[in-house]
């Protein structure tokens, strides 16, 4: 069985990628909080308690969106043609 660490897991982004990875049987998922929560490992990103959480588990991800970088203006615009 794989360990999956989601980050981000108290948002509402990070709830639904947790209902999704909760179903698969081969995955046990453990869902991180910097706040307290029932269900949830609390630590600060960071500290000796988070590296080992992460050290823990075969894969971690975020699922807060604000903590990815932004996308350039341009984004999923088509490129302009060329003469």
């Known amino acids: 069985m794989k360990k999956v660490l989601l980050l981000g897991a108290s948002g509402f982004i990070g709830q639904g990628v947790y209902k999704i990875l909760r179903q698969e ?21 960071g500290s000796t308690a988070f590296i080992e959480l992460v050290k823990d588990h075969d894969f971690s991800g975020r699922a807060d969106p604000s903590l990815m970088p932004s996308m350039p203006a341009n984004a ?5 043609s060329v003469s």
Request: with cysteine; proline share 8%.
């Open 25 to 45: 049987q081969d995955l046990r998922v453990t869902r991180h909080s910097r706040s307290p929560k029932a269900g949830f490992a609390v630590c600060e990103v």
């Open 76 to 80: 999923g615009k088509p490129a302009a």
